[in-house]
């Protein structure tokens, strides 16, 4: 706490010690640069400087500073022929546009070109020189130390994670800065680097087509391994989140520098060999891809599936490392393939390089030829001296392999975009206004307008983020006899055009890992077929999954469904659960046996009661026949044929007017039929009861009574039928909870009370007729009908007791069965048991159809 209170002091006595040093040195007469100049690496005077920034070198010396003394300059070693070829392609340019008479005619190009050594404290240091110069300026003490910048843009660097470092440095200054091999997404901010911009497409849209491309393939389980910088980092977590949009899972996702140790590698190493996906995804810089491969090499780790980043994947030093054939059939992205006339030949004449300016010729000549100056040390191995005059023709080595050619065309189409600005500015035409003050944030603001096109044909523009468009090759490894890999291109990516469109896989063969014509698996789980659903593992992600199959009644007819669909309640799953069929309707019907056989009992019953009407008719004067009201008999032996009839309406598909009229015309016949079973009881009761000394009662039921009487049961049965049909009459309905694979097709009641009022009032009569039924039973007669009446109605009242329960009880069709068995067992009960005997006597046994039999007294049989 105490240290932390003299904090404010401690402040303002450096502050008051700065103020006082900015004064006295403002006295001073001449402006120093603090610190040790940084001399270009190659330098050519022009009349417009242009900056360089590249890596000779890819490594440098360790030290420890001691920070007691001044530290040394950094002493780079590893030469790096990339550097050179790109530092080529830029005085290409330059020489190319100091030679024509279109573009700044009488303007020469002059350009400072610097080493960074692959050092990122070194690419700021050497871009502050650029933008500061290394002169020491004279001036008196009231002139200020300011001045116009010394260069108009900057061509370089190499990787992401400088460019950063230098663009945040310059940015404040405007100062343009032209990249051809930084593709990491971040630099597309223009609030952190307002003045960046580049020739090679963000990593934006790399990342997103990789992503699509392994989710075309079906790739859904992958390995992911990225380079420890800006570059590697961005560009896998715009992959990451592009995958996970499409449903891939990433296994592991693993970083690395080439400076880590070995352990750190070998534990990559280890991940991949206890990984189960089969697909790598590399999003490596070929330095960093350098050292993995020898990784690989020594552990002989293939049948790997790789996928690449466009800074290896069209490497022929990455492919000519890879002698045990790892990385065959790997597939990437590509920037597409590029030729400049006549670059190539410029490049390769180095001649030109052996100048004054070019301190770093001695070890780039001894490097390229594997030779010796005198003034160099002793001869190693199989080196020669160098003469300074040796050529190329022969020599193959990684400065002699053009695979980069679109890099260097990258290089290319940067410096022609600054000359097409400064063109303009100058306001150039035969010749230019050399009066024109330059400044670099007018340059910046050409640039970013410019569009034109190369004499090549290709169209160089920026977007508002400094971008050139999206177009991808995309590269495929093909091992040829010979053992050299092929780069063969099989499609084509552009982001400019519609989502559904821009990955184009061209017809071509593909070749696989260890030469494989078959696209590999690699999925965490199987894909589940139709008829099944995903059910996610368990602390597991997304891709690994159970396929479960869809329970009944719902389906799924496309592969990876995580849904089961429940189908429509008038279809069922099929037996695969694959498709949802109609459910079969089921209702009695008369094709199926229980119809048929119920309607040829139906059939029957009518036909016997026609039998039995037509004896009846035949006999009709008879006294069997003439006895207890022959026009009751004739209108029961008509009600029963009604009975048998309206069981059919019962049979067949449920329509709404077969479902209103079964359970009217049930209930009107069947109340029909009972009051004439009723009248012909009364008629038996009062018979007797008329025998009786001084009984008149017969007058008061005579058959004009019993008529009115049959009318008037009948009558309370159709005012009941009219009630249920108007209120809540019956109707077909689908029955689905009856069955889970059939429709159930029935009538529904519309309004039960209705129905049981029917029922019971049937019911009730039947009550009334079996009382009265068995009081009549002894009444003396040798042929008391009101025992067979009696039997008949206890028989009807057994079948409807029983039939409520089994009504109940019966699913479906059989519901209907029974009541239809009902209505055919009671109405054949009151046949048989009313009529049957009475045609047995007419037919077979005619002695006893007489009056006197009939009227005949006997002692009355116990019943």
Known sequence: MPSTQRWPEQGWALLQLLLVASFSQAEEPVCRQRGDPEN?????????????????????????????????????????????????????????????????????????????????????????????????????????????????????????????????VIGPFHIPMISHFATCACLSDKTKYPSFLRTIPSDYYQSRALAQLVWHFGWTWVGAIRTNDDYGNNGMAI???????????????VSFFRTDPPDKIQKIIDIIKASTSKVIVAFLSHKDMDVLIHHLSDHNLTGYQWVGSESWIFDFQIAAMDINHILDGAIGMSIPKAHVSGMREFMLDVKPLNSSSNEMFPEFWETLFNCKFKQSTSLVGNQRECTGHEDLTGVQNSFTDMSLMPIFNNVYKGVYAVAHALHNIL?????????????????????????????????????????????????????????????????????????DKQLNLQNKSFIWAQNSQQVPLSVCSEKCPPGTRKVLQKGKPVCCYDCIRCAEGEMSNITDSITCVRCHPEFWSNERRDACVKKVAEFLSYEEIMGALLTAASLFGTCITA???????????????????????????????????????????????????????????????????????IVVLMAFRATLPGSNVMKWFGPTQQKLSVVGFTLIQVIICILWLTISPPFPFKNFDESKDKIILECAL???VGFWAVLGYIGLLAMLCFILAFLARKLPDNFNEAKFITFSMLIFCAVWITFIPAYVSSPGKFSVAVEIFAILASSFGLLFCIFIPKCYIILLKPEKNTKKNIMGKGIPKSF
């Open 750 to 752: 519309g309004s039960a």
């Open 239 to 253: 992959f990451t989140e592009t995958a996970q949009h499409l449903g891939i899972c990433l296994e592991y996702s």
């Open 40 to 168: 270009p690496q190659l330098f050519k005077n022009g009349d417009i400087m242009l900056g360089g920034i590249f890596s000779f070198h890819t490594s440098w010396k360790d030290r420890q500073d001691t920070y007691r003394h001044k530290p040394l300059p950094l002493e780079c070693t590893s030469l790096n022929f990339r550097g050179w070829q790109f530092a080529q392609a830029m005085l290409f340019a330059i020489e190319g546009i100091n030679n024509s008479t279109e573009l700044l005619p009488g303007i020469s190009l002059g350009y400072k070109i610097y080493d960074s050594c692959a050092s990122i404290a070194r690419s700021v240091r050497v871009a502050l020189a650029l933008a500061n110069g290394n002169e020491i300026l004279s001036a008196l003490s009231e002139a200020p130390c300011t001045r116009t910048a010394q260069l108009q843009a900057i061509m370089g660097e190499t990787s992401s994670s400088p460019c950063m470092a230098i663009a945040t």
């Open 427 to 499: 306001s150039c035409n035969k010749t230019c206004n050399n009066k024109v003050q330059l400044d670099p944030f007018t340059i910046l603001q050409h640039i970013k307008k410019l569009k034109f096109k190369t004499k090549e044909g290709d169209e160089v523009y920026f977007n508002e983020n400094g971008d050139p468009a999206a177009k991808y090759e995309i590269i495929n490894w093909q091992p040829t006899e010979h053992g050299i890999v092929d780069f063969v291109t099989v499609g084509l990516y552009d982001a400019s055009l519609p989502a």
């Open 611 to 681: 039998v039995v009407a037509f004896i009846f008719f035949r006999y009709r004067k008879t006294p069997i026949v003439r006895a207890n009201n022959s026009e009751l008999s004739f209108l029961l032996l008509f009600s029963l044929t009604l009975c048998f009839l309206c069981s059919l309406t019962f049979i067949g598909r449920p329509s709404e007017w077969s479902c209103k009229l079964r359970h009217t015309a049930f209930g009107i016949t069947f109340v029909l039929c009972i009051s004439c079973v009723l009248g012909k009881t």
